[in-house]
């Protein structure tokens, strides 16, 4: 049971174009979603994070945008570079559980 | 800071071979944890350990044995290798209380 939806697939923009990477999920008790960003060959890392308390959280040209009600999100990446080519996982957990239920990702091309 | 180390890098094995693959972290974090990556599926819990002695199953277990005798290491078997079996597998750490999880690397196994 996928209770994680990331889409779409993969995504390819051009340099300065603003990317968006659409999540959506299954159990209503999640309150915790992080993204993570992820570059062949290494881990993924923590890029964002939002609680469900807020509907928007910012971070220089990374914004994750929350509806409660229709149990999406997404992540907007502005005036995006080359380096920022990688693969993004949408995550949800409840805050402070152990469990945290990935994504399958979305793999980003930034053209330049 | 601290770092995540997983051995080996990559992992070459045979049909019901048994596989040990190894993670070390030095944050000094309680919850590791054992994530399988395949393409295309995300990430996927097999096992993680709350605290030392600790194991906890995760949706992927069967088939793969955990081991956690020290604070800082946490070790994975496969039990007998598939053939044709290609994945990631990525060992991450947290601290208790706190949601962001720390990777490593990842091990790519191969069995052949």
């Known amino acids: 049971q996928q209770q994680v939806r990331q889409s779409p697939q993969s995504l390819t923009v051009w340099e300065g174009e603003t990317a968006i990477l659409n999540c959506s999920y299954e159990?209503?008790?999640?309150?915790?979603f992080p993204w993570y960003q992820q570059f062949p060959g290494e881990g993924p890392a923590l890029l964002i994070s939002?609680?469900?308390?807020?509907d928007k959280k910012e971070d220089g040209r990374f914004t994750i945008f929350f509806n409660k009600r229709e149990k999406k999100l997404s992540l907007h990446i502005t005036d995006s570079q080359p380096g920022d080519s990688a693969t993004y996982f949408c995550?949800?957990?409840?805050?402070?559980?152990?469990?945290?239920?990935f994504g399958s990702g979305t793999r980003l091309l930034v053209s330049p | 800071g601290g770092i995540i180390t997983q051995t080996p890098k990559f992992l070459i094995g045979q049909e019901g071979q048994k596989l040990t693959l190894k993670c070390q972290q030095n944050?000094?974090?309680?919850?590791m944890y054992w994530y399988r990556q395949d393409s295309g599926k995300g990430l996927r819990l097999i096992y993680y350990?709350?605290?030392?002695?600790?194991?906890q199953k995760g949706d992927l277990s069967e088939g793969y044995d955990a081991s956690r005798e020290k604070k800082s290491s946490f070790s994975l078997t496969v039990t007998s290798a598939q053939k044709n079996e290609m994945a990631v597998f990525l060992c991450?750490?947290?601290?208790?209380?706190?949601?962001?999880?720390?990777f490593g690397p990842g091990t790519r196994l191969l069995v052949l």
């Open positions: 991450a750490s947290r601290l208790g209380g706190q949601d962001t999880q720390y």
């Open positions: 159990d209503s008790t999640f309150n915790y």
């Open positions: 995550a949800a957990s409840e805050s402070g559980g152990y469990k945290v239920v």
């Open positions: 944050f000094n974090h309680d919850t």
């Open positions: 350990s709350i605290t030392e002695n600790d194991l």
């Open positions: 939002i609680r469900s308390v807020s």
